[in-house]
């Protein structure tokens, strides 16, 4: 939530023109186990074969094994037993089993790691068993059609219908269309095809109630903004990148992207300086983050409780928090390590909006000082032992972070930390799928707004070379359980320096 209140903030932090011709050399995405990749023939052992021969064992070929299951009833036995294990655990804890209906929990409790496994193998067979049967064409026909689901959404969330059907009991279609500035034919075909998605159900005709989804809508305002926010900025914008991507190649600049496009702004303004022209839209946006970060996966608890700061914390070091907001990656750290020292920088303005003190605690917030700071400018804090940047870099295409980067360079001390807490993306089919599906689609929404990009190891550490040599790479670590990898560097001045020119000048 923080990094995107800086980018609102910071209306000149950021050049706002389009690539040069010598920022397109930087290469966005390198790829190379592209060249590695061989066609499904290639890697066939019968090239070479004569087709009459492989016409002659067709038969042979495609008559089924029956001696192994199908995939089909594979997935669906991982299911059944994943399914009993899970439903046998919430019995002897007392938990109550998912369910639709109004008065069911919105979110599962805590789990043990292999009853978590059981609940993550369920939705990735049941989502592979699905469009398996569905099969190939049927699965891509329809699939186009994902768009109709936000649109449902967001018409429903704009006229906060979720809030207008009761908690308990029905409301009437008329009754319901009487509140509304929709006409009753638009109402209808609107509220059931949300059910179609479980979203509002229809229990007699012409009577609507709530499920256990559309009541999270209703009660739960940071929801409300996340599907605001992702329906009427986000999904305009995504309609816009191909646009985008036929003008602007490269998709490098912060304003020739789908969301410039979108909001008539191409070659004046990034995305942040529009939204901080627009107070409402600026505060849906870093409601809807809070709903991200705080979301299953993404708690700052995961770098707090894993990343080692011993060494720092005994010789009284110093930890930057760059565009931290206001600090609460800090707080938390300073409740862990009593001595260490914390400056948490951010533009002027949300310095200015931070809560004093910073924290209750007054051993804490003696410890952290707010400082007004742009990371597209010398970083002031000279010999600190780490230089932290959560939900930054992935904000950012290749020429700007390199930029971020080489501003730390005049401040950094030999052994200096950069630790990023960012996504890394892991080789394909190598995630689970749940979390491969959000990660690649918080990548597509960095290109949308941004032209930016979720990186890989390689990337990271190419990212780390092209700022400066002086930058050595130590590897990427992620906890079991979330979503968000640390990437760290330190600084080691023995090596060769390059001669720098800013990529984005």
Not at 61 to 67: R, V
Not at 221 to 241: H, K, R, Y
Not at 418 to 425: E, P, S, T
Request: negative net charge; aromatic residues 8%; contains cysteine.
């Amino acid at each position: 939530m923080g990094k995107f209140k800086s980018w609102i903030q910071g209306s000149s932090a950021v050049s706002s023109r389009s690539a040069t011709t010598e920022e397109k050399k930087l290469n966005r995405r390198s790829f190379s186990g592209i060249t590695n990749l061989k066609s499904k023939r290639e890697n066939d052992s019968r090239v070479g074969v004569k087709e009459s021969d492989i016409e002659s064992n067709s038969a042979t070929e495609t008559k089924p094994d029956t001696s192994v299951d199908s995939r089909m009833i594979h997935l669906a036995k991982i299911i059944s037993e994943e399914s009993n294990k899970l439903d046998s655990f919430c019995k002897s804890q007392g938990i109550a089993p998912p369910s639709f209906d109004a008065d069911a929990p919105e979110d599962f409790p805590k789990l043990p790691a292999h009853i978590q496994k059981s609940r993550q193998e369920i939705i990735f067979a049941a989502s592979e068993l699905s469009t398996l049967v569905r099969g190939p064409r049927e699965s891509v026909r329809w699939g186009v059609w994902g768009f109709l689901d936000s649109l449902t959404l967001q018409i429903i969330n704009h006229y906060d219908i979720a809030t207008l059907v009761p908690a308990s009991g029905t409301v009437s279609f008329a009754e319901l269309q009487s509140k509304t500035s929709l006409d009753a034919i638009n109402l209808a075909r609107i509220m059931r095809h949300a059910m179609t998605n479980h979203i509002f159900c229809e229990p007699t005709p012409g009577l609507i109630a709530h499920t256990a989804l559309s009541r999270c809508l209703a009660q739960d305002t940071a929801l409300q903004n996340w599907i605001g926010f992702n329906s009427e900025d986000i999904f305009p914008a995504s309609a816009n990148v191909l646009k985008s991507l036929k003008a602007y190649p490269e998709a490098t600049s912060l304003t020739t992207t789908g969301f410039n496009f979108a909001f008539d702004t191409i070659d004046k303004e990034p995305m942040f300086v529009t939204f901080g022209k627009n107070p409402k839209a600026a505060k849906r946006m870093g409601a809807a983050m809070a709903s991200l970060t705080g979301g299953e996966g993404y708690e700052v608890k995961y770098f707090v409780d894993n990343y080692d700061l011993s060494e720092i914390d005994k010789s009284n070091g110093t930890f930057v928090d760059v565009g931290g907001s206001h600090g609460f990656v800090s707080v938390d750290l300073a409740k862990k390590w009593k001595n260490i020292k914390f400056i948490v920088q951010d533009l002027p303005k949300t310095v200015d909006s931070a809560p004093s003190p910073i924290a209750e605690d007054e051993s804490v917030a003696s410890r952290i000082t707010m400082q007004a700071h742009d990371f597209f400018t010398e970083q002031p804090v000279k010999g600190a032992d780490v230089y932290f940047f959560r939900w930054i870099i992935h904000n950012y295409s290749t020429p700007y972070a390199i930029s971020i980067l080489r501003n730390l360079i005049p401040s950094l001390k030999p052994g200096a930390r950069i630790v990023i807490n960012d996504h890394c993306l892991r080789l394909p089919g190598t995630e689970n799928p749940w979390d491969e599906k959000l990660i690649r689609g918080m990548d597509m929404i960095m290109l949308t707004l941004l032209n930016a990009q979720e990186r890989d190891e390689d990337e990271f550490k190419a990212l780390f070379a092209a700022a400066d040599p002086r930058f050595k790479f130590r590897g990427v670590t992620r906890v079991e359980g979330c979503r968000m990898s640390v990437v760290e560097a330190v600084w080691d001045p023995e090596q060769e320096p390059v001669a720098l020119n800013n990529p984005t000048d």
